[in-house]
């Protein structure tokens, strides 16, 4: 009997509206996560008994997203859409099929999932966007992918959305240890259709990213909700707080236990429950949330790349999704290589190995915007002519790597743009 690829059997799916299944994870997921994480939802406009087809978005704050936003909804379903390379992860294979998930390539362009996206639409119902691409890595938004604004224009269908507040401080990307605490969903209406009728596909994004707009840190600096972050929340915080506000050396920064300092300097700060940073002193330098702190790591990165001679070089090693099996225990991808990873003005090269053999790319930086992210920042991946490949780097280079590329890509003329909320249109 043929064996057949992974990837072809994902691709001859044809996805239809979400059955019982999803009414009963449902309300398993109200009985069982909202407890625990303190779950609050609030309707501006409620929506829940709307009928006929319809776009959901909302900001993608942590892998629980679907929960919080998704069993509020009932008995309104939605089909979600997820990450491609997930559906290649037995733990999530087949909860993704039962769920009658939608597959994504993230940031880049995906047939396939544009069809099955329009067959939902036409046959009635709602599809669940998460319009970022990938969860959180700072605890803010990043601005929305590319084309966000072409799809609901095309469409012309009302679209609702939510804004999640606290859903990263449940697990933020430097450490995705599940963290109790307190999680609030807002919903309201976004877009008539009357709206994206008489707007552009760049006023479209523009109202998104100002809608959906949230930081956590900056948000609970107000609220002070408390997590259960234990006695090692802030390990792996130097991942996401790589620079030195005080001695500006770079890859200095080394968490432990509930604290972060420059092994350099001995600047450093403690981390509370409310993920408020105490500095140890008067004489520490300690930005105002580690949003601010990310965003004064983004200046640098963006002056660094605008000198002609940029290189940023990492060993990594390769991984790819296999043919015909699952990934399983959780792997994100198969190891099949290894070699040397260089960002330039020019775009991403990769030069080394891949099932023995040798093998190289190189990506042009206006084609690459940025990458993804399936866990935590110890590794990060793109598609290469369709084909997913994750770079596990020998170093703490992973945010580095990201706001270098995305810096890059502004810079070279890039479409993807920052954030510029004086533009979004009301």
């Known amino acids: 009997m043929e064996r057949i690829p992974v990837e072809k059997a994902i691709h001859m799916r044809k996805i239809s509206h979400p059955n019982w299944i999803y009414d009963v994870l449902g309300l398993v997921w109200k009985l069982f996560v909202y407890p625990k994480y303190h779950v609050h939802y609030t309707f501006k406009k409620d929506f829940r008994k709307v009928e006929g087809p319809f776009f959901f978005i909302s900001n993608h704050a942590s892998r629980l997203d679907y ?27 087949l909860v993704f099929k039962l769920l009658r998930v939608i597959p994504k390539k ?16 036409r046959s009635g119902h709602g599809v669940c966007i998460f ?34 507040r606290g859903g990263y401080l449940t697990s ?39 809608a959906l707009y949230h930081d956590d840190y900056a948000w609970n600096k107000i609220h002070k909700h408390r997590y259960d972050i234990g006695e090692n929340g802030a390990e792996d915080l130097e991942d996401l707080l790589f620079w030195c506000p005080r001695c500006g050396r770079q890859h200095t920064m080394k968490a432990s236990g509930n604290t972060i300092f420059c092994t350099e300097c001995g600047n450093g700060a403690r981390l509370l429950d409310t993920y408020e940073l105490v500095p140890f002193d008067e004489s520490c330098v300690i930005p105002e949330t580690q ?46 290589g290894s070699g040397t990873l260089r ?46 490949m994750e770079f596990y780097p020998e170093n703490r280079v992973v945010e580095k790597f990201f706001l270098a590329t995305e810096e890059l890509h502004r810079l070279n003329g890039g479409k993807w743009k920052d954030f510029d909320f004086s533009q979004s249109a009301n």
């Open 106 to 121: 993230n940031f880049t362009a995906d047939l396939y999932t544009i069809k099955e996206i329009s067959r939902v639409i």
């Open 343 to 388: 960002l330039d003005r020019t775009g991403l090269s990769y030069s080394g190995t891949k099932d023995g053999e040798p093998f190289a790319f190189h990506l042009g930086s206006t084609a690459l915007p940025t990458y993804g992210m399936c866990t935590d920042l110890s590794r990060f991946y793109t598609f290469v002519n369709g084909e997913f």
């Open 131 to 164: 319009p970022e691409g990938m969860s959180s890595i700072s605890g803010a938004n990043q601005p929305v992918a590319l084309g966000t604004g072409k799809l609901f224009k095309h469409h012309m269908v009302p679209v609702y959305y939510s804004v999640i």
């Open 172 to 210: 933020p990307k430097y450490n995705l240890r599940d963290r109790a605490g307190y999680v609030e969903v807002e919903y309201d209406q976004l877009f008539t259709v009357e709206d994206l009728e008489r707007m552009s596909p760049a006023e479209i994004e523009a109202k998104i990213n100002s």
């Open 291 to 336: 949003t601010a702190w990310f965003q004064m790591e983004r200046e640098l990165i963006r002056k660094e790349v605008q000198q002609e001679n940029f290189v940023l070089e990492e060993k990594v090693q390769l991984g790819m999704l296999p043919e015909f099996e699952l990934l399983k225990n959780q792997a994100t991808s198969r190891i099949v």
């Open 67 to 93: 929960i919080f936003v998704g069993a509020p909804l009932l008995p309104l379903k939605m089909n979600f859409v997820a990450g491609y390379n997930e559906f290649h992860r037995s733990h999530l294979s």
